[in-house]
């Protein structure tokens, strides 16, 4: 599906290694994108975005960024670790499609990943 922030094969692999039910992750993801969407811009403007495609953004934040979040998402400590896995694992991707794996993978171990998706128009500039 266009402008989702997880892709599909994604979060089966996911789901496996983070001991989710693979029908579970894609409510969370979708949880995590309903909170997530609306602060696009906020996110553009605070965070180094490192890619920006047709589906989605990718974001790297403050390492601890997803503990707040999980708050917010009313997440179990075991649906976060999921959650933040999937965004570790799209940006990844990602990196491997852009020759980039090396430059994120370095940025992995002291910072976050937050990818957002483009499948709404909060992120785009309001007219007014």
Not at 35 to 64: I, K, N, S
Not at 96 to 117: K, M, W, Y
């Amino acid at each position: 599906m266009s402008g989702e922030p997880i892709e599909g094969q994604i979060l089966l692999l996911t789901a496996a290694k983070a001991s989710v039910a693979s029908t579970r992750l894609p409510e969370l993801v979708e949880r995590a994108q309903a909170h997530l969407a609306p602060e696009r811009e906020r996110y553009r403007q605070e965070y180094e975005r490192v890619h920006a495609g047709d589906q989605r953004e990718a974001f790297l934040v403050e390492w601890g960024h997803w503990d707040a979040l999980g708050e917010a998402l009313e997440a179990s400590e075991r649906e976060l670790s999921a959650i933040r896995r999937a965004h570790e694992e799209q940006l990844l991707r990602i990196g491997r499609r852009t020759d980039r794996e090396d430059e994120f993978e370095t940025a992995l171990e002291i910072r976050e990943p937050v990818c957002i998706g483009t499948n709404d128009d909060s992120g785009r500039e309001a007219k007014r």
